[in-house]
Each structure stands twice: as C-alpha cells, then as structure tokens.
C-alpha cells in the first residue's frame, strides 16, 4: 500500500499572489495528476506527468504552472488567484495508462 | 470529442432497496471505465472499473457494473442499498489509445434514508 499527501490541507491567499500546492505520493508511481474540484461538480484534469521532469496539460492549464522534479513530488502553483478559483484541489497517482488512479485528501483553496 | 455524461444529479431511495447509477459516455473507439466514490468531506476512493472483457465487473463494498456497448453505458449497481452507501459517485472514462487521461463526469449524489 501507499499514500498520497498534500500540503498545506487548507490555503487562504490574495487575489493576484501566487499560490503552491504540494502533492508526495510513497507508491512509486510513475504518473501523477493535478485536478481542480469546484463546489458539486466533477472533477477537471490541470496537469499530469508521467515521468520525472515531464509535463503534460490538461484541459485546465491556464492559470497554473506544474513541477515533476522528483517521481515522488508533483506541485501544483496558481500563478495568480482568482476570486472564481475557490475550489479543491486533488493529486492523484498510478502507474500509467489504464491503471487506477489513487487520490490524495485534497487541498481547499480561499481567495480573499 | 470524448464526453462523460451522468443525468442524474441526485438519486434517493431507501435502505434495502436496489441502486442504480447511470452513466454514459462518447467515445469513438474502445473505452475504458471506472466508478469512484466520494463521501462527504473525503477524497475520491476506487469501486471498479472495465478495460476489457467481461462486461459486468464487481468491485468494491458490494457494487457491481455493466459495460453495454450498444447504448454506450457503464450503470453502478447495488443491492440492497445501505445508508452508508450515502455519497457522491463519479464515472470516469478514459481511451484506449495510450493516453493516461480520463474524463470525469459530473457525479451523482446518493442519498440512501434508513
């Protein structure tokens, strides 16, 4: 077994600051995702990596930059928050094509 | 394009009756499926999912879904209902051409009364 952290479990910023997500996974995986959760929907894809060092975006990229410097670390930065960004944000990891992806226990974002 | 779409929002039934969660998708090709659930202030947690081969595939805490190509659908299925089956449910799909990306719908809210 293994587990996905993520760090700060609540972020409270500014409108305009640039904000950071941390994401640690003990599973070995070699992907790793980003998701941003908004109050009652679905879950959107912002950026994934399958590898050290790769990076891929999803369909919710703009706005936020992504790191993969080590495979067990992913961070997630809100380049400048927005009042509408208030939202959870999910990392998740697997292996890679078709296998099950394992979620951590989110970040809660608040902009003032 | 690829799409997940769950129509039902919220589903309440009472404790001993039987569930069933629809979700359907678009996809072109051969797809891949799974179900997640999330309770109330919690993260996702994996029930189950199809790659390929037998369609009706069981999971975990007793859920069971089918894979029907001809109507593009993957339903949730349980019984009897527990009221700790209370929760949201997501649909995922994904594709069969390498990519590890997958596509959440909505989700749908079940409420199970005692």
């Known amino acids: 077994g293994g587990i996905i952290t993520q760090t700060p479990k609540f972020l409270i910023g500014q409108e305009g600051q640039k904000l950071t997500l941390k994401c640690q996974q003990n599973f070995n995986h070699d992907t790793m995702y980003w998701y941003r959760q908004d109050s009652g929907k679905g879950l959107r894809l912002i950026y994934y990596s399958i590898t050290e060092n790769d990076l891929q975006k999803g369909d919710l990229s703009e706005g936020y930059d992504a790191s993969r410097e080590k495979k067990s670390s992913f961070s997630l930065t809100v380049t400048s928050a927005q009042k509408n960004e208030m939202a959870v944000f999910l990392c998740?990891?697997?292996?890679?094509?078709?296998?099950?992806?394992?979620f951590g226990p989110g970040t809660r974002l608040l902009v003032l | 394009a690829q799409s997940v779409d769950q129509p039902d929002a919220h589903v309440t039934l009472s404790e001993g009756a039987s569930l069933e969660l629809r979700c359907s998708y678009s996809?072109?090709?051969?797809?891949?499926l799974f179900w997640y659930v999330q309770y109330p202030g919690q993260s996702l947690q994996f029930l189950l999912k199809y790659i390929t081969g037998d369609t009706v595939v069981k999971g975990t805490k007793g859920f069971e879904a089918e894979f029907r190509k001809s109507n593009s659908s993957f339903n949730l299925k349980k019984s009897p209902a527990h009221w700790s089956d209370s929760a949201k449910y997501f649909c995922a799909l994904g594709n069969q051409g390498g990519s590890a990306k997958l596509i959440f719908g909505e989700g749908t809210k079940l409420t199970v009364s005692s």
């Open positions: 996809y072109s090709a051969a797809p891949y």
């Open positions: 998740a990891s697997n292996t890679g094509y078709q296998d099950t992806q394992y």
